[in-house]
């Protein structure tokens, strides 16, 4: 084999990667904005074929749009409007998604909350609220798509955060509602193994996302501030994030199940 024809087949194997997700059915939830939209907007490009949820109509048909603008099959996205603190909501998620699309291959769980509490001035409204959204709807949700996900030998990919690995001052319930994601994303990737489903997280640090407006903070200002902190001298961007999530996504992470991937510009492994 001559040099060119080896770079030849190295460019057809790269160009192919475009549509590493083709035609593949995933559901995201939390796709409104940041992580997940982001997450919906590259899926897209790769091709595959999408069913996304969030509770803002409005915002949630923007991700649909700027979805299907870059889709190579010009696909418009399934929307669907739910609150996962509802049990019936969930339920209709996946009915919908199954209804409409056939089959599923992907999971995300990226929807969830933040909440600023401690030991000192918590509540169980509010543990239960985090809970309710960054574990139980996960826990639902996956119940509903296992079988589906058998049929497909699809793949889940939880989205967790830093502070599931670590303590953090004034953020009780969101810590303890990443810790068991984590514990949770190992435990299923065990009981799915047999069946070929692999179930992974990313764990994101300090990304730039509307998140912190919901607790009363300016993402400018948070950001602003991990220039101070954070090794690579910066906060990250969802897009970091949904790379991370598609690479596990796909069939590219084939061997790779029970992995919680750490994203934050080596924050956790720092001493600052």
């Known amino acids: ?52 949820t969030g509770r803002n109509q409005e915002n949630l048909a923007k991700s649909a749009e700027e979805c299907e603008a870059v889709s190579p099959h010009n696909l418009k996205p399934l929307c669907i409007v739910g609150d996962l603190t509802i049990e019936s909501d969930i339920e209709r998620i996946m009915k919908s998604t199954i209804d409409t699309c056939g089959k599923l291959n992907i999971l995300v769980n990226n929807a969830g909350i933040i909440a600023l509490d401690s030991a000192e001035d918590g509540s169980l409204q509010t543990l239960d609220l985090v809970w309710k959204i960054n574990v139980r709807a996960v826990y639902h949700l996956t119940m509903l798509a296992v079988p589906h996900l058998i049929e497909s030998k699809g793949s889940i990919v939880n989205v967790s955060g830093v502070l599931g690995k670590r303590g953090y001052v004034g953020a009780l319930s969101y810590t303890i509602s990443k810790g068991a994601l984590d514990q949770f994303t190992r435990s299923v990737a065990l009981d799915l193994a047999p069946k070929q489903i692999r179930v992974n997280s990313v764990n994101p640090g300090l990304i730039e996302t509307n998140i912190f407006s919901t607790i009363g903070l300016d993402a400018k200002e948070v950001m602003k501030e991990a220039t101070q902190s954070y090794p690579l001298g910066r906060g990250g961007q969802p897009q970091e994030v949904a790379n991370a999530i598609a690479f596990l996504a796909s069939d590219e992470a084939s061997f790779i199940t029970g992995e919680t991937l750490v994203v934050d510009g080596a924050k956790t492994v720092s001493y600052k």
């Open 1 to 52: 084999m001559n040099k060119i024809t080896c770079i030849t087949n190295r460019m057809a194997t790269f160009i192919s990667t475009d549509k590493k997700l083709d035609q593949k059915v995933a559901i995201i939830t939390g796709a409104t904005s940041g992580i997940g939209r982001a997450t919906a907007v590259l899926f897209s490009r790769l091709g595959a074929k999408l069913a996304l």
